[in-house]
T-cell receptor, first 116, second 119 residues
């Protein structure tokens, strides 16, 4: 079964507008971390934001915020005031604590295009 | 602080050859993980090293191997290359290994990747 689901293969947003990228996850662990990464066409994975399963407040990092809904197992990324440089592939990832699945498990990604 | 570096950035090999990729983690980071990224399979975990010990391994054949040195630098080796090994190989480092709890110190920072093409 998919542990990380990103249902939007591609998204378009107008420059300066906000956009939400969806991510749902599946785990039976109580302790886990959720991550968002950005991958431009150059290939490098750039860390954006982290949310711990026990964190009560939604994480924010500059224009990025994570809408964490634990009961729904949802960790959506919100990018405010989109810029042309935000055009990239975005990956949601999870790291569980128990068992052998301690590596990052990635979703299939969402290709975001910011339109001028 | 310098980021994760990977060498070489690009590599072209032919089937049957072997290849060694190198990764230098962020200074002070002791955990290094390797991932393979392909259009068909997405990002898949290869293995993780912490303090020179392989702590976790993904579902890849034995042709894929790795090691970590005392300075935390890591290498991965692929022997008897196949066409399907063509991929972007990403290395990531983190401050702690994955045996601890999930916290911001376990965030993995990635290098620019090595793009391997097998002809």
């Amino acid at each position: 079964a998919q542990k990380i689901t990103q249902t939007q293969p591609g998204m378009f947003v107008q420059e300066k507008e906000a956009v939400t990228l969806d991510c749902t996850y599946d785990t039976s662990d109580q302790s886990y971390g959720l991550f968002w990464y950005k991958q431009p066409s150059s290939g490098e994975m750039i860390f954006l934001i982290y949310q711990g399963s026990y964190d009560e407040q939604n994480a924010t990092e500059g224009r990025y915020s994570l809408n964490f809904q634990k009961a729904r197992k949802s960790a959506n990324l919100v990018i405010s005031a989109s810029q042309l440089g935000d055009s990239a592939m975005y990956f949601c990832a999870m790291r569980e604590r128990s068992g052998s699945a301690r590596q990052l498990t990635f979703g299939s990604g969402t290709q975001l295009t910011v339109l001028p | 602080k310098a980021g994760v570096t990977q060498t070489p950035r690009y590599l072209i090999k032919t089937r049957g050859q072997q290849v060694t990729l190198s990764c230098s983690p962020i200074s002070g980071h002791r955990s290094v993980s390797w991932y393979q990224q392909t259009p068909g399979q997405g990002l898949q975990f290869l293995f993780e090293y912490f303090s020179e010990t392989q702590r976790n391994k993904g579902n890849f054949p034995g042709r894929f191997s790795g090691r970590q040195f005392s300075n935390s630098r890591s290498e991965m080796n692929v022997s008897t290359l196949e066409l399907g090994d063509s991929a972007l190989y990403l290395c990531a480092s983190s401050l702690r290994g994955t045996s601890g709890g999930s916290s911001s110190t376990d965030t993995q920072y990635f290098g620019p990747g090595t793009r391997l093409t097998v002809l």
